[in-house]
C-alpha cells in the first residue's frame, strides 16, 4: 500500500531530483568536452539551463519560446547565448516526471553519451525523485490540433482514456528503415523499457556534407547508429528491431517537453521531426481554447472511491 501511495503522490505532485548529478562527456554536433550539473530546483520553477562558461552565467528557461533552431537538434537561445541538442535530456525529464531541475554546463552543448537517453535515465534514478508542496499541472487536450508540410504532419487529439498516447510511423526510402510504427499508451514502464534506450541515427553518406556544414564533429559509433546503403555498421547492431522509430519518439517528447506540462492527449505523427515537433510546440501554446491546463488532483486517474481513498491516505 505504501508503494501504492507513493506512486499516487507522485502523479499528483510536482517532483525534482534528491541529490546533485555530475557527468561530463562530448557534444554530438559541436565535439566539444562538456561538463553538466543538474542540482534540485523548487516547484513551479520548470527546466532552466545554464551556461557556466560565460560571464554573468546566463540562464535559458526550457520552453518553446526560446527554441532557436531545429536543425538535426532542438536548439534554446536567448540574447545571443545557446544551449544545443537538449532534447534527449529534456525527454529523461518528461519520461520520469522531473518537473523541476537547474542544468549547469561549461559548453554549448549538452552530451550525446550514448546517443539515447538511457545514462540520463539511470542517473536521475540513482539519485531518486523529491516530491514537492505543488500539484503537479497538466496540459488537457480537448479539441484537435495540427501541423502539417506536405505528407509529414503530428495532429493532437483529445484522449477518451484521460492518458497520454503516441502513435508514431516513419516511412524511408532505405531497407533497414522502411515503414516502422510505434504505438503506446505512456508509462514510465514505457518510457524506460521501450523508447529511452534507443539511439540516434544517420546515413553514412551524409556524414561528409554534415561535417562540412559545421555538425556530427563528436559523432561515432559510440553515441549513434550509422547505417551505409547496405549495413548497420555498428558492431553490437539495434537495441530493438524497430529502434528508428523509437528513437524519432524519444525526440519528439523533448521538443514537446517544451510546452511546459505533461500532455493528456493522443498524439498521431507521421515522418516528424525536431522542426515540426517545435511547429506543434507553438501551436498548441497560440491555440489556447483547445486545452486546458489542470491541476493535477483534478485529473481523475482513478476510480471515484480509490481516489478519495488515497487523497484522505495521502495527508496522514
Request: aromatic share 8%; hydrophobic share 40%; net charge neutral.
Amino acid at each position: 500500500m505504501a508503494h501504492i501511495l507513493l506512486q499516487y503522490r507522485s502523479m499528483k505532485m510536482q517532483q525534482t531530483i534528491k541529490n546533485r548529478i555530475e557527468f561530463s562527456g562530448i557534444g554530438l554536433h559541436t565535439g566539444a568536452d562538456v561538463k553538466v550539473r543538474i542540482i534540485p530546483s523548487g516547484e513551479d520553477t520548470g527546466i532552466t539551463f545554464i551556461r557556466k562558461d560565460i560571464p554573468g552565467s546566463p540562464v535559458i528557461k526550457a520552453e518553446a519560446a526560446n527554441v532557436v533552431a531545429t536543425s538535426y537538434a532542438t536548439s534554446l537561445g536567448s540574447k545571443g547565448v545557446t544551449i544545443s541538442t537538449i532534447e534527449h535530456l529534456m525527454a529523461a525529464f518528461y519520461g520520469l516526471g522531473v518537473d523541476n531541475a537547474v542544468v549547469e554546463l561549461d559548453g554549448p552543448e549538452v552530451p550525446i553519451m550514448d546517443g539515447s537517453a538511457l545514462q540520463f535515465i539511470e542517473m536521475i534514478e540513482e539519485v531518486g525523485l523529491q516530491i514537492l508542496c505543488a500539484p503537479k499541472k497538466y496540459l488537457v487536450v480537448k479539441k484537435p490540433i495540427k501541423v502539417a508540410d506536405r505528407d509529414k504532419y503530428v495532429l493532437l487529439l483529445p484522449s477518451e482514456e484521460d492518458e497520454f498516447t503516441i502513435d508514431y510511423s516513419i516511412d524511408f526510402s532505405h531497407p533497414f528503415l522502411k515503414k516502422q510504427k510505434f504505438s503506446k499508451l505512456f508509462s514510465k514502464d514505457v518510457f524506460r523499457k521501450d523508447v529511452g534506450k534507443a539511439r540516434t541515427f544517420g546515413f553514412l553518406r551524409d556524414i561528409e556534407m554534415l561535417r562540412a556544414n559545421g555538425l556530427a564533429k563528436g559523432g561515432s559509433l559510440n553515441n549513434a547508429i550509422v547505417i551505409s546503403d547496405t549495413e548497420i555498421l555498428n558492431a553490437g547492431g539495434l537495441r530493438y528491431p524497430d529502434e528508428f522509430v523509437r528513437h524519432k519518439v524519444l525526440d519528439l517528447m523533448g521538443d514537446i517537453s517544451l510546452i511546459g506540462a505533461p500532455i493528456i492527449g493522443h498524439i498521431i505523427a507521421h515522418r516528424s521531426g525536431h522542426a515540426m515537433n517545435h511547429m506543434l510546440a507553438q501551436e498548441v501554446l497560440k491555440r489556447t481554447s483547445r486545452w486546458e491546463l489542470t491541476d493535477a488532483f483534478s485529473k481523475p486517474s482513478f476510480s471515484k472511491a480509490g481516489h478519495l481513498l488515497l487523497e484522505k491516505m495521502a495527508t496522514i
